[in-house]
């Protein structure tokens, strides 16, 4: 599987950002908000352009946009903090949702939201969720996206842990990972270490 890690002082500074303890909920989504910028910019960076031809103030000229804008998917809750941005960066793009609440004690996958185009053939979907801890929401994710047919999605992380990426890998379905960190492993409860705690408790509260 495709693995980019976006490696970037400004990046690994807002991530920081986010490990931080002492960041609140405001600073948390904040430093979520421009990472996701980042990640989006390089998970884009070799999507294929069409040309278009305008006119500028001065005289006609051939530009380009994106050739197939990808479909973006928050995970619920802590996806969330990531598509405002990703769709400001991406204005063309439609958006999907899935959500997903992992048993606190089993750490399974619990889906209880889906809303997704019956068809994604040729659409390049993007999966938002900053956490891959054991990696059963984002195949679940996966496995609902590759019924509807989609071929090409990139999983736009903040954080993996090494057992969630295996786990993509060995799913082997069509899909790449884009994320700042690969961190050491997950804990004796399936948190990602030194990670940055729950993704959506730190944005939004307890659930
Ligand atoms: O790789 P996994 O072991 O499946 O863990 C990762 C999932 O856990 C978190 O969501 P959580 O279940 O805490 O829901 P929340 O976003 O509502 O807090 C995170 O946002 C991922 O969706
Ligand atoms: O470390 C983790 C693991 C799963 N979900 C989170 O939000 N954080
Ligand atoms: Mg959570």
Redesign the pocket.
């Known amino acids: 599987m495709d693995c980019l890690i976006v490696d970037h002082p400004l990046a690994a500074a807002r991530l920081t950002t986010m490990r931080d303890e002492k960041t609140g909920n405001a600073g948390f989504r904040a430093a979520l908000s421009d990472l996701t910028q980042m990640l989006i910019y390089e998970a884009l960076a070799d999507a294929p352009s069409v040309e278009v031809t305008i006119n500028t103030p001065m005289r006609a000229h051939t530009g380009s946009r994106l050739a197939t804008p990808p479909l973006l998917v928050p995970?619920?809750?802590?996806?969330l903090g990531m598509v405002e941005q990703a769709h400001a960066m991406v204005p063309e793009a439609h958006v999907g949702f899935v959500?997903?609440?992992?048993d606190e004690e089993t750490?399974q996958?619990v889906p209880y939201l889906e809303s997704l185009p019956e068809d994604l053939s040729g659409l390049p979907v993007f999966v938002l969720?900053?956490?891959?801890?054991?990696?059963?929401?984002?195949l679940h994710t996966i496995e609902l996206l590759v019924a509807r047919n989609a071929t090409d999605i990139t999983a736009v992380c903040v954080v993996a842990?090494p057992e969630?990426v295996a786990a993509l890998e060995k799913s082997g379905h069509p899909c790449r990972l884009v994320v700042a960190a690969v961190d050491e492993g997950l804990d004796e409860v399936?948190y990602i270490v030194p990670g940055l705690g729950?993704?959506?408790?730190r944005q939004?509260g307890p659930?």
């Open positions: 995970v619920l809750r802590a996806g959500g997903i609440a992992r750490a996958p969720d900053p956490m891959l801890a054991t990696g059963g929401s984002m842990a969630g399936n729950d993704a959506g408790d939004f659930r």
